[in-house]
């Protein structure tokens, strides 16, 4: 490594502030002693050293405060709202392209033809916004850490003395803030909060989009520089000749064509020793200490000795004997030795050391196994037996607890034992490659103790991952990769966005994919890995000299450029370009791409219905005579709501009418004369034909299904909206309630996370905004709420009420909130935060007038959004491991008779598969019928008699 770092005199030595280091380290001379003071997030190491002394004194000082930390922690939960803004816009994003596949299937709403190009155009534009939203993800959390550390990387974009970025910081996180509330105040806003926030987040946002352009910039910048600039670049300039120019770009495209397909193998070893590194060492080199063949008597101990415990593995994948077989076609190339491929920890020196002062049980035990780490094995520091001991230990115990907890939980939700025990051998098979590893390391540990006496060195011990080139791709298939990357991964998906309407997410594509492909293409990354080192990145800076200069000064801020930018770099490699945080967001998008592609299977395969074929079983010879407490103060609503046949039972209507929406038209009314009687209610099915007919030619077709219920006895009109039954109506739900959702958990994952609920509406508001017109369309809530209104229009009926279940009751709030009409809803989720984003919006106002909402206990779904005013919380009586149970419309019925009162209505037979309070408060509807209630039980519900 060449000038790496940048250096400061200290006694007879010169100290040195690496790249890694999160801020630069400063020097100066207090009570006759060369102090050095290294900052440490709020803390400082000094190092202090007597002139006529030959130790120095090492001491560590808190010079933080309250109020500082109040501050940072203040401007950490707005930069985190702003970070968890980012993640539920690409959360939505990737739920409008798989609608948009829905749409473009021509199986759902727009009633299109099935248009193939366009359906695979769309598919192809997730794997480059997959790429670009977890890059995205991974900037953002870089930000909020950042900010939190109190603005290290966006102080390295100017000069490191710069006051400019430590205004700019401040001013956004703490003066403008503090100037738009005391503006508002002093004006006598009521809504001074809410405005202060959303003026707050808008600056913070143009900061991140500042820190962002300045990564990518930077990033880009990088490796221009790195190919321009290092020695060990394979393209010749002239003297006089920049960076920016077509040949530069070319380089840095064909190292990452390179880098890409090139076959390689990897090595994989325990390395030990006092000087153990192999950066120098070849293949050969390395197969020949760690590997070595039997070859005379005097190579067996050394070649069982590798086998026990250097643990040397070699993986050449499929993909690179495939490249080796393509070389004999010409598309590849033979190394003639195999070249090495730099890791990025090395090259910036990442080597945490655990010694006996710095190892600990629990860093030990949650320690990145992917990153290297020293052990010190023998000398001073040395970890001792115990430790070493303790550490294989306390990895066997938390392996066999995991196991233990998972299969404890596995029993508790009451998986069959054949599953339980299949998922126990996957577990088995993943970790015994771990487990074997692990007893190696401990073996070489242990040997490594015995073989060695301390002494002024140190024996290490750590585990290397070394990986060779051995075969590169021509230039011609490296432009031919790039034309296919070209064509399929942007030109056909931006045309296909272009064509099927969805011009909002279309341009973000355009953006977005200009910028990945930059970044894919010029990745710094890449360009240190390749080349090993950072040095030449200094050479384009303003105070660079390839002459020595006797100006100390000179030579000092020359020194301190090198260091600004190494360390900004550095930075943006370890922490944003490569590593685990990408990783980690590749895995979060691609759950949620494999589950809206579940989602979306399930619908093109299954389709929609009309409803179930069967009915219920109901008896009037039992009843439930209700509770005599106020444990449901709203059995009987309110005078809003006008109940469909008797006020007693108006909450039990309610619910019974949202189970009738699942039911085919036919079968429903059966139901419907078994719970009111014959004659009492009919389903106005023809109604219902008619308006869907006339609507869907107009607007296109749509997978919603409701009924229209009407009661010839009085002026009262039920529309009952079915909720969740297939494919599209999950789709459905992630389109209206998902941003909603999400910000929830956003909220509760941030202290004072209720303080920031004015602000959550209208980000919700701005995520939906990316929404094509094509896609909102087809919203369902257009179509009852259109229905609604035309019932409503013709007065029809004196009395309008809206009912249904789970997406069925979201719907039916909506519904009423837009058409003024009352809602009852059983679990439904609700439009508090979420009401914005429809079409008219709609207002917390109307929503606390029109609707009121039935929450069961431990139901999730009624909990998707904030809850208005109006809702009822009612029991759910199953076991804590049957959750979903709770979602059960029949469940809710018999939970609401049962604490209600039945009161003449129907008891369903279905009431006693349940928990056996169902049917211990049964009573009979005719004491004097001579039959006991066993009998009656038997002679009712058949099924259900031996319960």
Same mark, same amino acid.
């Given at each position: 490594?060449?000038?790496?770092?940048?250096?400061?005199?200290?006694?007879?030595?010169?100290?040195?502030?690496?790249?890694?280091?999160?801020?630069?380290?400063?020097?100066?001379?207090?009570?006759?002693?060369?102090?050095?003071?290294?900052?440490?997030?709020?803390?400082?190491?000094?190092?202090?050293?007597?002139?006529?002394?030959?130790?120095?004194?090492?001491?560590?000082?808190?010079?933080?405060?309250?109020?500082?930390?109040?501050?940072?922690?203040?401007?950490?939960?707005?930069?985190?709202?702003?970070?968890?803004?980012?993640?539920?816009?690409?959360?939505?994003?990737?739920?409008?392209?798989?609608?948009?596949?829905?749409?473009?299937?021509?199986?759902?709403?727009?009633?299109?033809?099935?248009?193939?190009?366009?359906?695979?155009?769309?598919?192809?534009?997730?794997?480059?916004?997959?790429?670009?939203?977890?890059?995205?993800?991974?900037?953002?959390?870089?930000?909020?850490?950042?900010?939190?550390?109190?603005?290290?990387?966006?102080?390295?974009?100017?000069?490191?003395?710069?006051?400019?970025?430590?205004?700019?910081?401040?001013?956004?996180?703490?003066?403008?803030?503090?100037?738009?509330?005391?503006?508002?105040?002093?004006?006598?806003?009521?809504?001074?909060?809410?405005?202060?926030?959303?003026?707050?987040?808008?600056?913070?946002?143009?900061?991140?989009?500042?820190?962002?352009?300045?990564?990518?910039?930077?990033?880009?910048?990088?490796?221009?520089?790195?190919?321009?600039?290092?020695?060990?670049?394979?393209?010749?300039?002239?003297?006089?000749?920049?960076?920016?120019?077509?040949?530069?770009?070319?380089?840095?495209?064909?190292?990452?064509?390179?880098?890409?397909?090139?076959?390689?193998?990897?090595?994989?070893?325990?390395?030990?020793?006092?000087?153990?590194?192999?950066?120098?060492?070849?293949?050969?080199?390395?197969?020949?200490?760690?590997?070595?063949?039997?070859?005379?008597?005097?190579?067996?101990?050394?070649?069982?000795?590798?086998?026990?415990?250097?643990?040397?593995?070699?993986?050449?994948?499929?993909?690179?004997?495939?490249?080796?077989?393509?070389?004999?076609?010409?598309?590849?190339?033979?190394?003639?030795?195999?070249?090495?491929?730099?890791?990025?920890?090395?090259?910036?020196?990442?080597?945490?050391?655990?010694?006996?002062?710095?190892?600990?049980?629990?860093?030990?035990?949650?320690?990145?196994?992917?990153?290297?780490?020293?052990?010190?094995?023998?000398?001073?520091?040395?970890?001792?037996?115990?430790?070493?001991?303790?550490?294989?230990?306390?990895?066997?115990?938390?392996?066999?607890?995991?196991?233990?907890?998972?299969?404890?939980?596995?029993?508790?939700?009451?998986?069959?034992?054949?599953?339980?025990?299949?998922?126990?051998?996957?577990?088995?098979?993943?970790?015994?490659?771990?487990?074997?590893?692990?007893?190696?390391?401990?073996?070489?540990?242990?040997?490594?103790?015995?073989?060695?006496?301390?002494?002024?060195?140190?024996?290490?011990?750590?585990?290397?991952?070394?990986?060779?080139?051995?075969?590169?791709?021509?230039?011609?298939?490296?432009?031919?990769?790039?034309?296919?990357?070209?064509?399929?991964?942007?030109?056909?998906?931006?045309?296909?966005?272009?064509?099927?309407?969805?011009?909002?997410?279309?341009?973000?594509?355009?953006?977005?994919? $200009?910028?990945? =492909?930059?970044?894919?293409?010029?990745?710094?990354? +890449?360009?240190?890995?390749?080349? @090993? &080192? !950072?040095? #030449?990145?200094?050479?384009?800076?303003?105070?660079?000299?390839?002459?020595?200069?006797?100006?100390?000064?000179?030579?000092?801020?020359?020194?301190?450029?090198?260091?600004?930018?190494?360390?900004?770099?550095?930075?943006?490699?370890?922490?944003?370009?490569?590593?685990?945080?990408?990783?980690?967001?590749?895995?979060?998008?691609?759950?949620? $791409?494999?589950? =809206?592609?579940?989602?979306?299977?399930?619908?093109? +395969?299954?389709?929609?219905?009309? @409803? &179930? !074929?069967? #009915?219920?079983?109901?008896?009037?010879?039992?009843?439930?005579?209700?509770?005599?407490?106020?444990?449901?103060?709203?059995?009987?609503?309110?005078?809003?709501?006008?109940?469909?046949?008797?006020?007693?039972?108006?909450?039990?209507?309610?619910?019974?009418?949202?189970?009738?929406?699942?039911?085919?038209?036919?079968?429903?009314?059966?139901?419907?004369?078994?719970?009111?009687?014959?004659?009492?209610?009919?389903?106005?099915?023809?109604?219902?034909?008619?308006?869907?007919?006339?609507?869907?030619?107009?607007?296109?077709?749509?997978?919603?299904?409701?009924?229209?219920?009407?009661?010839?006895?009085?002026?009262?009109?039920?529309?009952?909206?079915?909720?969740?039954?297939?494919?599209?109506?999950?789709?459905?739900?992630?389109?209206?309630?998902?941003?909603?959702?999400?910000?929830?958990?956003?909220?509760?994952?941030?202290?004072?996370?209720?303080?920031?609920?004015?602000?959550?509406?209208?980000?919700?508001?701005?995520?939906?905004?990316?929404?094509?017109?094509?896609?909102?369309?087809?919203?369902?809530?257009?179509?009852?709420?259109?229905?609604?209104?035309?019932?409503?229009?013709?007065?029809?009926?004196?009395?309008?009420?809206?009912?249904?279940?789970?997406?069925?009751?979201?719907?039916?709030?909506?519904?009423?909130?837009?058409?003024?009409?009352?809602?009852?809803?059983?679990?439904?989720?609700?439009?508090?935060?979420?009401?914005?984003?429809?079409?008219?919006?709609?207002?917390?106002?109307?929503?606390?007038?029109?609707?009121?909402?039935?929450?069961?206990?431990?139901?999730?779904?009624?909990?998707?959004?904030?809850?208005?005013?109006?809702?009822?919380?009612?029991?759910?009586?199953?076991?804590?491991?049957?959750?979903?149970?709770?979602?059960?419309?029949?469940?809710?019925?018999?939970?609401?008779?049962?604490?209600?009162?039945?009161?003449?209505?129907?008891?369903?037979?279905?009431?006693?598969?349940?928990?056996?309070?169902?049917?211990?408060?049964?009573?009979?509807?005719?004491?004097?019928?001579?039959?006991?209630?066993?009998?009656?039980?038997?002679?009712?519900?058949?099924?259900?008699?031996?319960?």
């Amino acid at each position: 490594m060449s000038d790496f770092v940048k250096r400061r005199k200290f006694g007879n030595i010169s100290v040195e502030d690496h790249p890694t280091l999160g801020e630069p380290s400063s020097s100066l001379t207090f009570t006759n002693k060369q102090t050095k003071v290294f900052t440490i997030g709020q803390e400082q190491i000094i190092l202090e050293k007597a002139e006529n002394e030959d130790h120095a004194i090492v001491k560590q000082v808190d010079f933080g405060s309250p109020g500082l930390f109040l501050m940072r922690l203040a401007y950490t939960l707005v930069a985190f709202l702003m970070s968890g803004f980012c993640f539920i816009f690409c959360e939505q994003l990737i739920l409008f392209l798989f609608l948009g596949l829905a749409i473009e299937s021509g199986l759902t709403s727009s009633g299109e033809d099935f248009t193939f190009l366009v359906f695979i155009g769309v598919l192809f534009a997730i794997p480059a916004f997959l790429y670009s939203m977890s890059h995205w993800m991974t900037v953002a959390m870089a930000f909020t850490q950042d900010v939190l550390g109190g603005n290290k990387m966006m102080k390295t974009t100017l000069s490191y003395k710069s006051v400019i970025m430590d205004w700019i910081h401040t001013s956004v996180f703490f003066f403008v803030p503090i100037l738009v509330a005391a503006c508002y105040l002093y004006a006598g806003s009521e809504k001074w909060w809410d405005k202060t926030l959303i003026s707050w987040f808008i600056v913070v946002f143009a900061y991140f989009m500042v820190f962002l352009v300045s990564v990518v910039y930077h990033e880009i910048d990088g490796c221009l520089q790195l190919i321009r600039y290092s020695d060990k670049s394979p393209i010749e300039y002239e003297e006089n000749e920049g960076r920016y120019n077509l040949k530069t770009i070319v380089a840095a495209f064909r190292m990452k064509m390179k880098h890409k397909l090139s076959g390689v193998v990897v090595a994989s070893y325990n390395a030990s020793g006092t000087d153990p590194s192999s950066s120098g060492m070849s293949l050969a080199e390395i197969q020949d200490k760690y590997n070595p063949k039997v070859s005379n008597d005097d190579g067996v101990e050394l070649f069982r000795k590798s086998r026990k415990f250097y643990d040397y593995r070699e993986r050449r994948s499929i993909y690179a004997r495939l490249t080796q077989f393509l070389a004999c076609c010409g598309l590849f190339e033979k190394k003639d030795e195999p070249q090495r491929q730099h890791n990025v920890d090395d090259v910036l020196g990442y080597a945490p050391f655990v010694t006996n002062s710095t190892w600990g049980l629990e860093s030990m035990y949650c320690r990145n196994r992917k990153r290297r780490f020293v052990a010190v094995v023998d000398g001073e520091s040395a970890m001792t037996r115990e430790q070493g001991l303790s550490s294989s230990i306390c990895y066997f115990i938390g392996m066999v607890l995991t196991l233990f907890s998972f299969v404890a939980f596995m029993v508790w939700m009451d998986l069959p034992a054949g599953a339980i025990g299949v998922l126990c051998a996957f577990y088995a098979i993943y970790c015994i490659r771990s487990v074997l590893h692990t007893l190696k390391l401990k073996g070489m540990y242990d040997n490594l103790r015995v073989d060695t006496s301390n002494g002024d060195d140190s024996e290490v011990l750590y585990q290397v991952q070394e990986a060779f080139r051995i075969t590169e791709p021509t230039d011609t298939l490296c432009w031919m990769v790039f034309f296919l990357e070209l064509v399929f991964l942007f030109i056909i998906p931006v045309g296909a966005l272009y064509h099927s309407g969805n011009v909002p997410v279309a341009t973000l594509f355009i953006f977005t994919s $200009i910028v990945t =492909f930059a970044r894919r293409y010029c990745n710094s990354t +890449i360009a240190v890995q390749e080349f @090993g &080192s !950072l040095d #030449g990145i200094e050479k384009d800076n303003t105070y660079y000299s390839s002459k020595k200069s006797d100006d100390q000064k000179e030579v000092k801020r020359q020194k301190d450029e090198e260091w600004r930018e190494k360390h900004r770099l550095g930075y943006i490699l370890t922490n944003i370009s490569s590593g685990n945080r990408v990783n980690f967001w590749m895995s979060v998008f691609t759950f949620f $791409i494999i589950a =809206f592609c579940g989602v979306f299977m399930t619908a093109l +395969i299954k389709g929609s219905d009309k @409803g &179930s !074929l069967e #009915g219920g079983i109901y008896t009037t010879a039992l009843q439930y005579p209700g509770s005599n407490n106020l444990e449901y103060a709203s059995c009987m609503l309110g005078r809003e709501i006008t109940p469909p046949d008797s006020t007693e039972t108006s909450l039990a209507d309610f619910t019974f009418l949202t189970k009738i929406a699942y039911e085919d038209p036919g079968v429903a009314q059966e139901s419907l004369n078994a719970w009111f009687g014959e004659g009492i209610a009919t389903v106005q099915n023809d109604t219902v034909a008619e308006f869907k007919t006339d609507y869907e030619t107009k607007n296109g077709k749509s997978a919603v299904e409701y009924k229209l219920f009407n009661f010839p006895g009085s002026d009262v009109g039920i529309v009952s909206i079915r909720g969740t039954s297939n494919g599209w109506d999950a789709l459905s739900d992630a389109q209206l309630w998902s941003a909603a959702a999400l910000a929830q958990w956003v909220r509760a994952i941030m202290p004072l996370g209720t303080w920031f609920n004015p602000i959550l509406t209208h980000l919700v508001n701005l995520v939906s905004s990316i929404e094509s017109e094509h896609l909102a369309k087809v919203a369902f809530y257009r179509q009852t709420a259109a229905f609604v209104q035309d019932l409503k229009e013709k007065n029809t009926y004196g009395n309008l009420l809206v009912t249904g279940h789970s997406l069925g009751g979201g719907l039916a709030m909506i519904t009423g909130a837009q058409t003024k009409v009352p809602a009852v809803a059983l679990s439904g989720p609700n439009a508090v935060i979420s009401g914005s984003t429809f079409d008219p919006p709609v207002s917390l106002k109307d929503l606390e007038k029109y609707t009121f909402n039935i929450v069961p206990d431990r139901d999730v779904v009624p909990r998707l959004d904030d809850l208005s005013q109006n809702y009822q919380r009612i029991n759910c009586r199953t076991g804590l491991n049957d959750p979903i149970s709770c979602h059960f419309g029949i469940r809710s019925l018999c939970e609401v008779l049962l604490s209600c009162g039945s009161h003449g209505r129907p008891v369903p037979c279905a009431c006693l598969e349940m928990e056996d309070i169902y049917r211990d408060q049964l009573e009979l509807t005719n004491i004097n019928s001579g039959l006991t209630l066993e009998q009656t039980i038997q002679q009712e519900c058949p099924t259900n008699a031996n319960e």
